[in-house]
């Protein structure tokens, strides 16, 4: 009886994100339903390539200390972290799972370790995520306009700017030189 009330198991859930994006990702019409379907999974897929890219900076952070940890132990370094084809994400008030093909996880991903390693910086792993989010906007969803990905990074850069900026504008405290009459 309390089976009704049960939520889906995981691996449907999964199973029925993926087949989701599928569905989109093979439209052809341009109604106005297939438009709706197609920026709703643009949203999905926004949220799920910035988890991706925020996991594969933390899973390798936590990995470079447990190799750390090994190495100093004599121990075999632990396998190195694997990016997910789901992602769970927050979709009004209930969590949903997000599909994304493996090839773009992949790269989200490594995107996320490089930047966490500093090969790449912030500016650079924003145009290439947004790259990637182009790929998937235009060539999987056919949307007119890519999304938008990892706007948190954005807004730290700007108001990182902003700070820079306010710091450079403020007038200069220390006093005059010695020869220096003027009132």
Request: glycine residues 4%; proline residues 8%; aromatic residues 8%.
């Amino acid at each position: 009886m309390f089976g009704l009330f049960s939520r889906n198991k995981p691996i449907d859930e999964m199973r029925r994100a993926e087949a989701a994006y599928e569905k989109v990702a093979s439209l052809k019409g341009d109604s106005h339903d297939a438009r709706s379907l197609r920026l709703r999974m643009g949203l999905i897929c926004r949220a799920h390539l910035d988890k991706t890219f925020v996991d594969g900076a933390e899973q390798t952070a936590a990995w470079e200390e447990r190799a750390r940890l090994a190495l100093l132990e004599g121990s075999p370094l632990p396998e190195a972290p694997k990016p997910s084809k789901f992602q769970k994400i927050r979709s009004g008030d209930h969590d949903i799972y997000a599909y994304l093909p493996e090839e773009f996880v992949v790269e989200a991903f490594a995107l996320g370790s490089r930047y966490q390693k500093t090969e790449i910086s912030a500016p650079k792993a924003i145009e290439a995520m947004q790259a990637l989010a182009q790929q998937i906007s235009y060539y999987e969803l056919r949307l007119p306009e890519p999304f938008q990905v990892l706007d948190f990074l954005r807004e730290e850069l700007a108001a990182q700017a902003a700070l820079l900026e306010a710091a450079e504008s403020e007038p200069d405290p220390s006093p005059s030189p010695a020869g220096d009459l003027t009132p």
